[in-house]
């Protein structure tokens, strides 16, 4: 190409697209979720109503909720606004994130390895320990063996982890399946009302459950929970760029103790919630 033919295009090129500056890209060579946020000062979220992760008022419509709290405040930090764009359910959470309809799940989820294949976690924001739980007087279970040997019936929402835990490790069990749209508190009331035998579930579940309905359920009382999760935020997989914004954010909510008061807002009891530790304990030496 000429010199004369090379200067024009650049001028074209000026005119035309305003410089051609190149756009952040994702590896697909497409406007990363990123650069959006940046551009558009926003992040939209897709959300799932899991109390007390995130709270649904029916006739206001008005969210809140331990999630809820956590990206308002870093909206507040990062000077972002916060849409809570869409609800969905456990099953169309990472279809969700691939088309693009939210930039972030942030409703709260436990990874594992196979939803590892499908999506990208952040840090944790604080701990959920899993416990089988069966009705009060139901005296016929006290081992997870009584479990099996009884083939007693768990009651699960479909997609989530309590689900995947059943499959893989209580294949004896009938499940009791709800739909993935279903509040988490049905399992409980399946329980309750004798449609189930037992239910996996968070300490912190069950003592909101057990608020409202004191003496129903009692924990199956193993030596050591049926899993340990970290509740992170979620976004599409490979998306490293917001991984790592959320990463640090989610840092400066720990670090601040600004997590800590979210947290104590929310606990039915106190502790209910595992803390993440910091890097270092402060010493008055």
Excluded at 52 to 58: C, F, K, V
Aim: proline share 5%; glycine share 6%; hydrophobic share 40%.
């Amino acid at each position: 190409m000429s010199f004369r033919k090379a200067s024009l295009a650049v001028i074209v090129c000026i005119s035309l697209l305003g410089g051609c500056k190149p756009q952040e890209q994702n590896a697909n060579g497409n406007a990363s979720t990123l650069h959006h946020i940046r551009a558009s000062h926003e992040i939209s979220c897709g959300y799932l109503v899991y109390s007390p992760y995130i709270r649904l008022d029916p006739n206001t419509g008005k969210l809140s909720g331990i999630f809820y709290d956590i990206m308002e405040q870093i909206g507040r930090n990062a000077d972002l606004r916060i849409r809570w764009a869409e609800e969905v359910g456990f099953q169309n959470i990472m279809p969700g994130l691939d088309a693009g309809r939210f930039d972030v799940f942030c409703g709260g989820l436990w990874p594992n390895a196979s939803r590892a294949l499908a999506a990208s976690f952040s840090q944790p924001a604080f701990y959920s320990t899993i416990q089988a739980w069966v009705r009060s007087d139901d005296n016929r279970f006290h081992t997870l063996d009584d479990l099996r040997t009884a083939k007693a019936r768990l009651s699960v929402v479909d997609g989530a982890m309590e689900d995947s835990i059943a499959r893989a490790d209580f294949s004896e069990l009938e499940r009791v399946s709800l739909p993935d749209t279903a509040q988490f508190s049905q399992n409980f009331e399946n329980v309750v009302t004798k449609k189930a035998d037992v239910i996996f579930a968070e300490p912190s579940m069950a003592a909101e459950f057990l608020q409202k309905n004191p003496g129903t359920v009692r924990s199956l009382g193993i030596d050591k929970p049926l899993r340990i999760f970290g509740n992170a935020l979620v976004v599409k997989k490979g998306d490293y760029e917001t991984k790592e914004f959320l990463d640090y954010a989610m840092q400066e909510i720990v670090y601040s103790g600004q997590m800590d008061r979210i947290l104590k807002k929310y606990e039915p009891v106190r502790d209910a919630f595992p803390r993440v530790s910091t890097p270092y304990r402060h010493s008055n030496n």
